[in-house]
C-alpha cells in the first residue's frame, strides 16, 4: 500500500476517561487506517469505543475527564493530536466534518436550517452572507431538498429530511473525510434506504473516503469497501467486505453474525453471545473478548493477543489463529 | 386449527384522536384474530399505528370504535373492574426498558407489583416464592433482587419487564418493540427467551416491530400496517416469499442484508408517510407507490382474500 494514498492513519490510540467512579479505558491501542476514496465500515456493540474513536479524530473528546493517553492520528499528513486549537478550527468542517446519529439533536432549533448552512462557509470561506446563503439553497437541492426550504426551522422537517440537512451541513466545505456515527439509526428503514443512497452518490460525486460507524453489518455489506471490527477499545478483525463476510476469522464476528436476525434464513434460532460487554473500568487481562468467548483456551486469559495477517487485507487478534499459522 | 376458537379476535378497531388540525386516524378499520399459542407479527415504520393498536387491544387507550374479543367475550364492554381482572390474563411488554421500570422501586418490587394488585399472594413469603421462580424462569440472578432498575443493562432490564408481564401468568402479551433498544447479541438473547418462554407456557403473543426480520423469527403470521390500516397479512413464510402489496415489497427491499451474496441494487421507495389527519378516501400507499394509476384514487381498497391464508389491500393485486 502506498502511503501517500493513506488519508487517515490511527495508530495504536488510546484514550480514557478519569471519572470519580475509576478510570473508563475506552479505547485500548487501535489502529486502523483508511486509504483515500474508500469507505471503511466501524462495526461493534454499544460501549466498544466506536463513537470515541471519531471523536479523537476531530479531537472533540470532551476534556476533562477524557484524555488521550497513547497513540497517534494523522490525518492527510497532519498529526491531529499535535495540533493547535486554530488549527484544528480550521480543520473541521473543512477538512473532516460528522454526520451524528440523532438529526433531531444535532440541529439548532432557534436557526432557519439554511442560515445554520451558511454559517459553515462563512467561517470557513470568509464570503459574504448573501453568497453563503446562496451556496447553502444549492446544498440543499444537492441532497434533495427544494433551496426555499432554507427558511423552514429543523422542527419542520422530518426526521429523514433532518438527516439531509445534516448531510449538506457536513459536505459544505467539501471535505475528505466525512465521518458518519450511526447515521440512520433514528430513521424508518425505507428512509434509511434513501439516505444511504444518497450518502453512496454524494461520496463518489466529491470522491471523499468515509468512516461509517454503525452496529448494522447489514448496512456495511451496502455501503462500505473495508470493514474493522472493534471490541472492547480495539479492533479485533479487520478486512475487506469479502475477508469478514466470506472468511470469518475472529469469534466475536462470528458471534455478530450469528446473533442477527436474518431474512433469508427463517427456521434457524439464534445463537447469542452469552454474557455481556465488559466493564472498561476493569478489563480482564488477556483477550477482552476470552470470558465470552466459546473456542477459549487458558492461554487466551494470559496476554493480549496481538494482530496477526493471515493476508494482505485481512488481519485478526486471536490467540487461535496463531497457532493455526 | 379452523374448528378451534382463536384467542383473540379484533374487529374494525378504529382509533382517532382529535387534534387542533383535524381528526388524526391513528388506527382505521383494523380486524385480525390469533390463534391460541401462536405469534402475530405486526410490522410497520414509525406513525403507522401499530403501537396504538397494541395498546388499544389492552384499554390501555381507549379505542374509538370496533369489537376486541378476549377468549369470546368483547372487552370494550367490561366495567373497569371487570377489566382489571380480565388483565391477569393479558399483559404487555414496551420497548423501552428504561422508561418502562420505576427507578425507585427494587427489582423484587416490580415484579410483585402485579401480585399485589391482583392481591394474588397468600402472604410475604409466597408472593418472594413467585417472584423468585418467575426471576429464574427469565434468567435473572437471585443476588439481582434488591438491586434497581440503573444497576441492571438494558438486557437484563428487558427481562425484568418480562418477569414482571410473566408472573401473573397470562395466557397472552402484546411486545411492543421489545428488543430494538438492545444491542443485536443482547437481542439475540432476548428473542430466544421469548421463544422457549412461548413454547414452555403455551404464551399467545402479537409481536409489534419495525424490523421485518425480527419477526422473521417468531412470527407464525405477519400483518403490515401503513398509515393506520392493514396493506397485507399472511403466514410468515407466505409474506416473506411472496410479497404482494407494493408497500411490502418496497419494506424487504429496504432491509440492508448482512451478506454479500444477492445484492440487488437498493431501490428505494421515494417520499415519505403523508400526514395521518383527516387522511383522503383512497389508497393511502398511493402517493409513494411506483405502480399507482387512476384505480387508486377510487377510494379505500378492501383487504381480500388472496388464497390460502392470504390477504392483501390493493387495487392491482387482486384480479
Do not use: W
Amino acid at each position: 500500500m502506498n502511503n501517500h494514498n493513506i488519508l487517515l492513519d490511527i495508530q495504536n490510540l488510546s484514550v480514557e476517561f478519569r471519572t470519580d467512579d475509576g478510570v473508563v479505558k475506552a479505547v485500548n491501542g487501535m489502529s486502523l487506517q483508511i486509504e483515500r476514496g474508500k469507505t471503511l465500515g466501524l462495526v461493534g456493540e454499544t460501549g466498544a469505543g466506536k463513537t470515541t474513536t471519531a471523536l479523537s479524530i476531530l479531537r472533540l473528546i470532551p476534556d476533562p475527564p477524557g484524555v488521550i493517553t497513547d497513540g497517534s492520528i494523522t490525518l492527510d499528513g497532519e498529526d491531529i493530536l499535535a495540533a493547535g486549537k486554530h488549527q484544528l478550527e480550521k480543520m473541521r468542517g473543512s477538512l473532516v466534518s460528522m454526520i451524528f446519529q440523532d438529526p433531531m439533536t444535532s440541529l439548532d432549533p432557534v436557526l432557519p436550517v439554511g442560515e445554520q448552512i451558511a454559517e459553515v462557509y462563512i467561517l470557513h470561506e470568509r464570503i459574504s452572507r448573501q453568497e453563503a446563503e446562496k451556496r447553502a439553497g444549492e446544498m440543499l437541492e444537492l441532497v434533495g431538498i427544494p433551496a426555499l426550504r432554507g427558511r423552514d426551522y429543523p422542527h419542520q422537517f422530518s426526521g429523514g429530511m433532518k438527516q439531509r440537512v445534516v448531510i449538506a451541513m457536513a459536505l459544505a466545505c467539501n471535505p475528505k473525510l466525512l465521518i458518519a456515527d450511526e447515521p440512520t439509526t433514528a430513521l424508518d428503514v425505507t428512509i434509511q434506504a434513501q439516505v444511504l443512497k444518497l450518502m453512496k452518490e454524494l461520496k463518489s460525486k466529491y470522491d471523499m473516503s468515509m468512516l461509517m460507524i454503525t452496529h448494522d453489518l447489514g448496512i456495511v455489506a451496502e455501503v462500505c469497501d473495508e470493514v474493522s471490527v472493534m471490541y472492547a477499545g480495539r479492533v479485533v478483525e479487520h478486512g475487506t467486505l469479502e475477508d469478514i463476510y466470506e472468511h470469518t476469522a475472529h469469534p466475536y464476528t462470528e458471534g455478530l453474525f450469528h446473533s442477527i436476525p436474518n431474512i433469508d434464513a427463517r427456521a434457524r434460532r439464534l445463537i447469542p453471545i452469552p454474557g455481556l460487554m465488559p466493564d472498561p473500568t476493569d478489563l480482564p487481562p488477556g483477550c477482552p473478548f476470552a470470558p465470552r468467548c466459546s473456542y477459549a483456551v487458558e492461554e487466551c486469559g494470559k496476554a493480549l493477543p496481538a494482530s496477526i495477517s493471515l493476508s494482505d487485507t485481512h488481519s485478526v487478534a486471536c490467540i487461535l489463529r496463531q497457532k493455526e499459522e | 386449527m379452523a374448528e378451534e376458537h382463536p384467542i383473540l379476535e379484533v374487529r374494525n378497531l378504529k382509533k382517532y384522536f382529535k387534534t387542533p388540525k383535524g381528526m388524526l386516524h391513528a388506527v382505521d378499520d383494523v380486524s385480525f384474530c390469533i390463534q391460541r399459542g401462536k405469534t402475530l407479527g405486526i410490522v410497520g415504520e414509525s406513525g403507522c399505528g401499530k403501537s396504538t393498536t397494541g395498546r388499544s387491544i389492552l384499554r390501555l387507550i381507549e379505542p374509538t370504535s370496533g369489537e376486541v374479543l378476549f377468549e369470546g367475550r368483547d372487552i370494550l364492554r367490561l366495567s373497569k373492574d371487570e377489566m382489571r381482572r380480565m388483565r391477569q390474563k393479558m399483559q404487555i411488554i414496551f420497548q423501552d426498558p428504561y422508561s418502562s421500570l420505576n427507578p425507585r422501586m427494587t427489582i423484587s418490587d416490580i415484579i410483585a407489583e402485579p401480585l399485589r394488585l391482583h392481591r394474588l399472594c397468600s402472604s410475604s413469603a409466597d408472593c418472594e416464592k413467585r417472584v423468585q421462580r418467575i426471576m429464574e424462569t427469565v434468567g435473572l440472578a437471585e443476588r439481582l433482587v434488591n438491586s434497581y432498575p440503573h444497576e441492571l443493562d438494558g438486557g437484563r432490564r428487558q427481562r425484568v419487564g418480562i418477569a414482571r408481564a410473566l408472573v401473573l401468568q397470562p395466557s397472552f402479551i402484546v411486545c411492543d418493540e421489545p428488543v430494538s433498544a438492545l444491542d443485536v447479541s443482547i437481542q439475540a438473547q432476548i428473542l430466544n427467551l421469548m421463544q422457549d418462554l412461548q413454547e414452555q407456557l403455551h404464551l399467545t403473543y402479537i409481536f409489534i416491530t419495525h424490523n421485518l426480520s425480527v419477526v422473521n423469527h417468531l412470527a407464525d403470521e405477519i400483518a403490515v400496517m401503513y398509515l393506520g390500516q392493514v396493506v397485507e397479512k399472511a403466514p410468515a413464510i407466505e409474506l416473506f416469499e411472496h410479497p404482494q402489496h407494493p408497500y411490502t415489497k418496497a419494506l424487504l427491499s429496504a432491509i440492508p442484508v448482512p451478506s454479500l451474496k444477492k445484492r440487488t441494487e437498493m431501490q428505494p421507495l421515494t417520499g415519505e408517510i403523508s400526514s395521518p389527519i383527516n387522511p383522503p378516501q383512497t389508497c393511502r400507499f398511493a402517493p409513494r407507490c411506483p405502480y399507482a394509476c387512476d384505480r387508486c384514487t377510487e377510494g379505500v381498497p378492501a383487504l381480500r382474500h388472496l388464497g390460502g391464508e392470504h390477504y392483501v389491500a390493493c387495487c392491482l393485486c387482486q384480479q
